[in-house]
């Protein structure tokens, strides 16, 4: 059964700490594996796509990285503005059963003081 | 703003009712999907429609239902409400590859 795991649930940092946070996946043939942002009360915000082990993006403060069984999302330098909960999903390689459905994490709820 | 646009943003009703969630995709985009977000279940998918056909299913209640329509909008029926159904319900679309997300309805149950 395809899985996620996100760790840790909760991260507090001072602005200026950089960090990570870690996605654990296990999937029958990876598509994809993304990653959103969430604010309260809000839809999942697109952030990156990885498609192979190796793969790096990035966009402003945020760096995103995949190996062969689980991803991180760097944070240099975060500001309050940062906070938010950090989801990551897999897709499978598309079946006609399967779709392209994700299947998300339970997600690393961020908060960074000032 | 994702493009992805869904109707009513909150919802409250009783035990027994029944409501529809509509969604319409992002230009273009011939997949959505809709997910339900609770806060201990997390996001967990359940069900894919592809250019009016179903394609996937998750963990969609028998009491759950939905449809996509020929101009690609999408309604989720949701029948004989339950207090453990009020969530966050969202709808996604895809062209290829990643899914953008609209804004949620939220759905309470009294």
């Known amino acids: 059964e395809d899985q996620v795991t996100q760790s840790p649930e909760a991260l507090r940092l001072q602005e200026g700490e950089s960090s990570s946070l870690n996605c654990s996946y296990t999937?029958?043939?990876?598509?994809?594996l993304f990653w959103y942002r969430q604010d309260p009360g809000k839809g999942p915000e697109f952030l990156f796509t990885?498609?192979?082990a190796g793969e790096e993006k990035e966009k402003e403060r945020l760096k995103a990285t995949l190996t062969k069984k689980e991803s991180f999302l760097h944070i240099t330098a975060p500001k309050p503005e940062d906070s938010a909960t950090y989801l990551c999903?897999?897709?499978?390689?598309?079946?006609?059963?399967?779709?392209?459905?994700?299947?998300f994490g339970q997600g690393t709820e961020l908060s960074v003081k000032p | 703003d994702s493009g992805v646009t869904q109707t009513p943003k909150h919802l409250i009703t009783a035990t027994g009712q029944r409501v529809t969630l509509r969604c319409s995709p992002r230009?273009?985009?011939?997949?959505v999907y809709w997910y339900q977000q609770s806060l201990d279940q997390g996001l967990q998918f359940l069900i894919q429609?592809?250019?009016?056909?179903?394609?996937a299913k998750g963990n969609i209640l028998e009491r759950f239902s939905a449809q996509q329509f020929p101009d690609l909008h999408s309604e989720l029926n949701l029948s004989s409400l339950e207090l453990g159904d009020s969530a966050l319900y969202f709808c996604?679309?895809?062209?290829?590859?990643?899914?953008?997300f609209g804004e949620g309805s939220r759905l309470t149950v009294l």
């Open positions: 429609y592809y250019n009016g056909e179903e394609r």
């Open positions: 996604a679309s895809s062209g290829s590859g990643e899914l953008f």
């Open positions: 999903a897999v897709q499978a390689r598309w079946s006609y059963n399967q779709g392209g459905k994700l299947i």
């Open positions: 230009s273009g985009d011939l997949s």
């Open positions: 999937v029958s043939g990876l598509r994809g």
């Open positions: 990885l498609y192979s």
